[in-house]
C-alpha cells in the first residue's frame, strides 16, 4: 500500500494497528492527543497507558482470553510480545508492570522509521485510510463526527470503579497468600502470586449487609437515565443488591482456595 494510513488514537488498539501496518511497509501516520489533551483517566502522557485493572486476564491455553493471547503472539502482536515482557506475578493471569509495558511501546512506536506520531488532538475525520482507534474516552469534537457519520446518537461506555483494599490494613495472620488452585506463575517464586482475605459464612453475611447498608454514589448523566450496568463490570453494591450469595459465587468466590488456618476452602474471599 503506497497511501499513508492515518490513526487516531495511541492507545492499545491503535499502537498495535500503527505497528502491524508499519512492519508491512506501509507508511502510518499515528495521532495522540495527550498530553496536549488528556482524557480524565490516563494520567501519563505514554502511549499504550493502561486504564485501571493492569491484568490482562487468564493466561491457561483452555479459556478464551489464554487461546486470544496464544493467537495474538503467534501473529506477531507487538502488545501482547511486550506484555508478556513486563509480566508481573499474577497466578494464571498476565499482569504487567504498566509504566514499563506502556514505556517500551512508546519507545518502538516513537522509534519505527515507518510510523510518524503527531500529539495532536484530531476534531473531524481526515480522508483516506483511517483507523480510529480513540477508545471509550474519545475526545467531544471527534465524538461529534463519529454520530455524525453513523448515525448515532448515544456512543454509550460504561465502568465500575474496582473496590481499593489499602495493603496496611491487612491482618496477615488471617490472610494468606496462595493464587487459586496453586497455578503459580513462574515470576512468583514460592510464595503465592496473591493475597487472600478468607471470610467464613457469618463474616461473609456481616460483609454483604454493611456494603448493602453504605451510603452509594449516585448515578449521573445517561448512567442515572438508562439505570443499566455493563454486566461484564458490575459495581459491588450492586451485584450485593442482586442476592446474598451473589458475591460468593462472583469476585469474591473462593475456589481453589485453602484456608491454612482450616484446611479447607473459605465461604467468601477477598483476592
Ligand atoms: C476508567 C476506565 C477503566 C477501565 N478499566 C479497564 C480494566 O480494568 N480492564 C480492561 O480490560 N479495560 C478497562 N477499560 C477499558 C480500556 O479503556 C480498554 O481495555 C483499553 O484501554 C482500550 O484500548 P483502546 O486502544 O481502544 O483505547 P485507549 O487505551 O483509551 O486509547 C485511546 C487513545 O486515544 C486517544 N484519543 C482520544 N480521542 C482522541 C482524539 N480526538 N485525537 C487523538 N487522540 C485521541 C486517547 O488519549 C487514548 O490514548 C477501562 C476504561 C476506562 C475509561
Same mark, same amino acid.
Given at each position: 500500500?503506497?497511501?499513508?494510513?492515518?490513526?487516531?488514537?495511541?492507545?492499545?488498539?491503535?499502537?498495535?494497528?500503527?505497528?502491524?501496518?508499519?512492519?508491512?511497509? /506501509?507508511?502510518?501516520?499515528?495521532?495522540?492527543?495527550?498530553?496536549?489533551?488528556?482524557?480524565?483517566?490516563?494520567?501519563?502522557?505514554?502511549?499504550?497507558?493502561?486504564? /485501571?485493572?493492569?491484568?490482562?486476564?487468564?493466561?491457561?491455553?483452555?479459556?478464551? $482470553?489464554?487461546? @486470544?493471547?496464544?493467537? @495474538?503472539?503467534?501473529?506477531?502482536?507487538?502488545?501482547?510480545?511486550?506484555?508478556?515482557?513486563?509480566?508481573?506475578?499474577?497466578?494464571? &493471569?498476565?499482569?504487567?508492570?504498566?509504566?514499563?509495558?506502556?514505556?517500551?511501546?512508546?519507545?518502538?512506536?516513537?522509534?519505527?522509521?515507518?510510523?510518524?506520531?503527531?500529539?495532536?488532538?484530531?476534531? +473531524?475525520?481526515?480522508?483516506?485510510?483511517?483507523?480510529?482507534?480513540?477508545?471509550?474516552?474519545?475526545?467531544?469534537?471527534?465524538?461529534?463526527?463519529?454520530?455524525?457519520?453513523?448515525?448515532?446518537?448515544?456512543?454509550?461506555?460504561?465502568?465500575?470503579?474496582?473496590?481499593?483494599?489499602?495493603?496496611?490494613?491487612?491482618?496477615?495472620?488471617?490472610?494468606?497468600?496462595?493464587?487459586? #488452585?496453586?497455578?503459580?506463575?513462574?515470576?512468583?517464586?514460592?510464595?503465592?502470586? #496473591?493475597?487472600? /482475605?478468607?471470610?467464613?459464612?457469618?463474616? #461473609?453475611?456481616?460483609?454483604?449487609?454493611?456494603? @448493602?447498608?453504605?451510603?452509594?454514589?449516585?448515578?449521573?448523566?445517561?448512567?442515572?437515565?438508562?439505570?443499566? #450496568?455493563? +454486566?461484564? /463490570?458490575?459495581?459491588?453494591? &450492586? $451485584?450485593?443488591?442482586?442476592?446474598?450469595?451473589? $458475591?460468593?459465587?462472583?469476585?469474591?468466590?473462593?475456589?481453589?482456595?485453602?484456608?491454612?488456618?482450616?484446611?479447607?476452602?473459605?465461604?467468601?474471599?477477598?483476592?
Amino acid at each position: 500500500m503506497s497511501e499513508t494510513v492515518t490513526i487516531i488514537g495511541g492507545g492499545l488498539a491503535g499502537t498495535e494497528a500503527a505497528w502491524q501496518l508499519a512492519e508491512r511497509g /506501509c507508511q502510518v501516520t499515528l495521532y495522540e492527543m495527550r498530553p496536549q489533551r488528556q482524557t480524565g483517566a490516563h494520567v501519563t502522557d505514554r502511549l499504550a497507558e493502561l486504564v /485501571c485493572s493492569n491484568s490482562m486476564g487468564s493466561t491457561l491455553p483452555d479459556r478464551a $482470553l489464554g487461546i @486470544l493471547k496464544n493467537e @495474538l503472539l503467534r501473529m506477531g502482536s507487538l502488545v501482547i510480545r511486550t506484555a508478556f515482557k513486563h509480566a508481573l506475578p499474577a497466578g494464571a &493471569a498476565l499482569a504487567v508492570s504498566r509504566e514499563d509495558f506502556a514505556e517500551e511501546i512508546t519507545g518502538l512506536i516513537g522509534g519505527h522509521p515507518n510510523i510518524t506520531v503527531h500529539r495532536q488532538e484530531v476534531t +473531524e475525520i481526515p480522508a483516506g485510510p483511517v483507523i480510529i482507534a480513540t477508545g471509550p474516552l474519545t475526545s467531544g469534537a471527534l465524538t461529534a463526527q463519529i454520530q455524525a457519520l453513523t448515525g448515532q446518537q448515544h456512543l454509550y461506555f460504561y465502568d465500575a470503579m474496582a473496590p481499593i483494599v489499602v495493603a496496611d490494613t491487612i491482618d496477615m495472620t488471617v490472610a494468606f497468600r496462595q493464587s487459586r #488452585y496453586d497455578r503459580e506463575s513462574e515470576l512468583g517464586g514460592d510464595e503465592g502470586d #496473591y493475597i487472600n /482475605c478468607p471470610l467464613n459464612k457469618e463474616e #461473609y453475611a456481616r460483609f454483604v449487609q454493611a456494603v @448493602l447498608d453504605a451510603p452509594k454514589t449516585e448515578l449521573k448523566g445517561a448512567d442515572k437515565e438508562l439505570e443499566r #450496568y455493563f +454486566e461484564g /463490570c458490575m459495581p459491588i453494591e &450492586a $451485584l450485593a443488591a442482586r442476592g446474598e450469595k451473589s $458475591l460468593a459465587f462472583g469476585p469474591m468466590r473462593p475456589v481453589g482456595l485453602r484456608d491454612p488456618r482450616t484446611g479447607r476452602r473459605p465461604w467468601a474471599a477477598v483476592q
